[in-house]
């Protein structure tokens, strides 16, 4: 009833589409219905696979596009996250349709599908200016600059709604998310000595210890 908002610390914690697809498995299959959710990533870690067949043959051979699917079917990361409620099956999946449009330089495509991934991870942000960048070594200077403004264009119409909400939400400039640099104190702070979120524990005490 507040929209993607899970409570007055978490406003905009993590960009929306992942929420938003869970809110469609939900809306279509039953509130809360985790059995869904899994079956429907399953479904989307297995599409992941398709793509990777199609990457590898276009950008080597039919072999090594064999070799690759199947080596992303039997992936243990894949098939647990696809059973976790995570980011990482939509964000793969998003990802690798990016690198089939970059592949095939369908630029147009690249940039709804960049604008769709970094609202599912802000992180992706970082690869999209590389592949703006990288427009300019695989095409010529001119229309290097045509597709990389196209691109950027359809992204950054993508991403501004998201940005509009939370400036409304902050009254400030907050881009994509407020998690900036927590989830890289989470894995290499000194404090928590698993690594990863098992460890959370310690980042009350930790960031006293910085203050």
């Not at 929306?16 to 899994?38: D, Q, T, W």
């Not at 690798?96 to 369908?106: C, V, Y």
């Not at 404090?191 to 098992?198: A, C, Q, S």
């Amino acid at each position: 009833g507040h929209g993607l908002i899970v409570d007055e610390g978490a406003r905009a914690l993590r960009p929306p589409v992942y929420s938003l697809f869970l809110s469609l498995v939900y809306f279509i299959f039953g509130k809360e219905n985790l059995l869904a959710v899994r079956i429907v990533q399953a479904l989307i870690s297995s599409c992941t696979c398709l793509i990777v067949y199609l990457l590898g043959k276009q950008l080597f051979t039919v072999t090594a596009a064999r070799i690759s699917m199947a080596a992303c079917a039997v992936y243990p990361f894949f098939i647990y996250y696809s059973g976790a409620v995570l980011t990482e099956t939509l964000f793969i999946f998003i990802l690798s349709l990016i690198m089939l449009a970059l592949a095939g330089k369908r630029f147009i495509w690249a940039g709804v599908l960049f604008g769709l991934g970094i609202l599912c991870r802000a992180e992706l942000i970082v690869f999209f200016f590389c592949a703006l960048a990288g427009t300019f070594i695989v095409l010529r200077k001119k229309e290097a600059l045509r597709k990389a403004i196209v691109m950027a264009a359809i992204t950054g119409a993508l991403l501004f709604p998201w940005m509009f909400r939370n400036y409304l939400v902050f009254h400030a400039f907050v881009p994509l998310t407020t998690m900036s640099g927590y989830t890289f104190y989470e894995g290499n702070s000194p404090h928590n000595p698993t690594g990863g979120p098992g460890g959370a524990r310690f980042y009350g005490e930790a960031f006293l210890e910085l203050a």
